[in-house]
Nanobody, 126 residues
Framework: QVQLVESGGGLVQAGGSLRLSCAAS????????MGWFRQAPGKEREFVAA????????YYADSVKGRFTISRDNAKNTAYLQMTGLKPEDTAVYYC???????????????????WGQGTQVTVSS
């Protein structure tokens, strides 16, 4: 079973930074696209960023573009989300997930991801 564990969340002031990590259980990690999603209270889980397992191509939601950076270290089976310029509206539980497909294109759809972590809380105060 693939297992993903997020860490690095916490409480920060607006304008601050955090780096989230997603540690994956041993599998052919480098061959799968990885994504980050977030869910705020009362809202649907929304796409944040994704990175391909092949070329390392990235894609970001408009709301975080220019502020967040997704990356991965295949040797460590770990994906990262570097967040800067945090805003109160970034407050949410952040989840990492593995894309079930190796289709050569990044997906923003939750339905395309087959394994999920349990999430890490990010709270941004004003």
């Amino acid at each position: 079973q693939v297992q993903l564990v997020e860490s690095g969340g916490g409480l920060v002031q607006a304008g601050g930074s955090l780096r989230l990590s997603c540690a994956a259980s041993p599998y052919t990690f480098s061959r799968y696209d990885m994504g980050w999603f977030r869910q705020a209270p009362g809202k649907e889980r929304e796409f944040v960023a994704a990175i391909s397992g092949g070329s390392g191509s990235t894609y970001y939601a408009d709301s975080v573009k220019g502020r967040f950076t997704i990356s991965r270290d295949n040797a460590k089976n770990t994906a990262y989300l570097q967040m800067t310029g945090l805003k109160p509206e970034d407050t949410a539980v952040y989840y990492c997930a593995r894309d079930a497909f190796r289709r050569g294109i990044l997906s923003t759809s939750r339905d395309d991801y087959d394994y999920w972590g349990q999430g890490t809380q990010v709270t941004v105060s004003s």
